[in-house]
């Protein structure tokens, strides 16, 4: 399972503005695969993994001159079956591995659900969930 460059935008917390971003997205054929926003002190913290990074970064997020950072999510293919997510965050757990933030998106091409967590340690987080999906898959 791969890592995935992960894009953390700050933006103004007020109607229309998540639709204005997601569009000049849109518009420059750059896919959203996976998203989480919440608002915080003001603002709306939005994270995004999306098909095409560099795309993204120079077409939108630079040219809209968008505050935002950058930074490796570890992403797992799951199954959508009953205790995926269960059975992929325990994994973590047990190679005590926490899971700082996650949240759910869609592979390009197969509409698989994507579990993309936020973790300390990237690499070793990919290979605990290569093992549990490798189980999964043999189950």
Avoid at 112 to 118: D, I, R, S, T, Y
């Amino acid at each position: 399972m791969p890592t995935a460059k992960e894009f953390t935008i700050r933006l103004e917390d007020r109607p229309g503005t998540l639709g204005k971003v997601s569009r000049a997205l849109a518009d420059r054929g750059v896919n959203i695969l996976a998203f989480q926003s919440f608002s915080t002190e003001g603002k709306a913290l939005t994270r995004i993994v999306v098909d095409t990074p560099v795309a993204a970064k120079k077409k939108v997020l630079d040219s809209e001159r968008l505050t935002y950072t950058e930074a490796e999510v570890a992403q797992v293919k799951l199954p959508n079956r009953l205790g995926e997510l269960a059975r992929a965050a325990s994994r973590l757990g047990e190679a005590n591995i926490n899971i700082n933030y996650g949240y759910c998106g869609l592979e390009a091409g197969t509409n698989a659900p994507l579990l993309v967590v936020g973790v300390a340690d990237v690499g070793r987080a990919v290979t605990v969930l290569e093992q549990a999906a490798s189980a999964a898959a043999a189950t």
